[in-house]
């Protein structure tokens, strides 16, 4: 079976482990991103940046087209972006419609033509309370579909679908990874601004783990 992996990466500290998780395995790792029409590109430069440093192929790929059809979420409209955590109700328009099912279509396809059997992705359980499209149930049922819909079967790999952020981090830690190398904020300015949910999440999982975050900070 071939060796080949594509990862699902945005740029983020979740699919930054899960780049890292996948090479730690010694797969052969094809990194590819998404400009999906999000507020701001910050994370896809970090993604780059860091795919270039340890030779990654990496492709981003401009969706920003479908963006009209996706429309209704602070990330991809101008609607203000909400400060607190995940758990507030005022979150829930950071939910860009059937973003990942879109996302993993176009991810299992590039696997399809590379003759990768697998691709990674970052969903998580922090995620599962807010995004239904990050939950064990949608994650099943699209790996069910990804294994009958080419003539050979993808498997969808989630290696941490139910950790939380927290348990994420210790495990990258673990593995010695530089977390400064990501970017989580919602905003895209030069510091990040530490009370969207994104941050919020993000300062709780460097606390529980008893480290300081190695980004800068606004607030």
């Known amino acids: 079976m071939s060796n080949k992996a594509v990862v699902v990466y945005s740029g983020g500290m979740d699919s930054y482990t899960v780049l890292h998780t996948a090479l730690a ?5 094809y990194a590819l991103s998404f400009n999906y029409g999000q507020r701001h590109s910050k994370e896809l430069d970090v993604a780059a940046a860091v795919c270039a440093k340890h030779g990654i192929p990496h492709k981003v790929v401009d969706i920003s087209a479908i ?5 209704g979420s602070s990330l ?4 203000d972006i909400p400060e607190g955590h995940y758990a507030e109700e005022s979150m829930k328009n950071t939910v860009v419609p059937n973003r990942n099912m879109v996302l993993l279509s176009m991810a299992i396809a590039y696997a399809v033509s590379l003759e990768a059997p697998e691709v990674y992705y970052g969903a998580h359980s922090g995620d599962h309370h807010i995004y239904p499209d990050c939950r064990p149930e949608f994650v099943h049922a699209m790996n069910a579909v990804s294994k009958i819909a080419n003539y050979e079967p993808v498997e969808i790999v989630t290696p941490f679908l139910n950790n939380s952020k927290g348990e994420i981090l210790a495990a990258g830690l673990a593995i010695n990874l530089d977390y400064s190398d990501t970017w989580t904020c919602y ?14 999440e993000r300062l709780e999982a460097f606390t529980e783990q008893g480290v300081t975050d190695p980004l800068n900070y606004e607030a």
């Open 25 to 29: 395995e010694g797969k052969e790792v």
């Open 67 to 71: 963006n009209s059809l996706m429309a």
């Open 76 to 79: 991809t409209s101008e609607i």
């Open 187 to 200: 905003n895209g300015r030069e510091k990040a601004c530490g009370k969207c949910g994104a941050c919020n």
